[in-house]
């Protein structure tokens, strides 16, 4: 089974559109969030934006989720920012991106109106920076976050029931 990816930067709506894209299909939903160590997310709500080193371990572990859950397939988050991030969760098994874009003042809007969550707007530069769209050659699809989570959930799984065999 496919586990699909649901990447972005912070504010695009990887949880609400993962959660509701998870209930359509019947399947487990894991927010990427809760596989970083307690020292990621201290650094990131001091306002400094992780590197690759502290990423490895987190990337390791969402792969090893995917992994775990290639017979009953999934929707798990993560930033999945750059193609070597992605490369490390594709060594989980079969994935599929939805890869959630859109304006920065977009992002910084919803980002400034979460409340409870350690992800400062000033990081979202950074993300945006490091930041490298699916290439033609991965599997998956850009949704624009201006759409609604229910029609972006229905184009996923129309695209994605396209690549079935």
Do not use: C
């Amino acid at each position: 089974m496919t586990v699909i990816v649901v990447m972005g930067v912070a504010g695009s709506g990887k949880t609400t559109v993962g959660s509701a894209l998870a209930e359509r299909l019947g399947v487990e939903y894991a927010e990427a969030d809760a596989f970083h160590p307690p020292a990621n997310i201290a650094k990131m709500s001091s306002g400094h934006p992780l590197d690759d080193d502290d990423r490895w371990p987190w990337l390791h572990a969402i792969a090893a989720w995917i992994s775990g859950h290639q017979a009953t397939g999934g929707v798990v988050s993560s930033s999945a920012l750059k193609r070597r991030y992605r490369d490390v969760l594709r060594t989980g098994g079969d994935v599929w991106f939805l890869h959630l874009d859109g304006p920065r003042d977009v992002l910084a809007e919803r980002m400034q109106g979460r409340t409870g969550h350690f992800m400062p707007v000033s990081l979202l530069d950074s993300q945006l920076a490091d930041l490298e769209p699916l290439e033609t050659d991965e599997r998956g699809l850009i949704a624009d976050i201006l759409e609604a989570p229910s029609a972006i959930v229905d184009r996923a799984l129309t695209e994605l029931a396209k690549e079935q065999p």
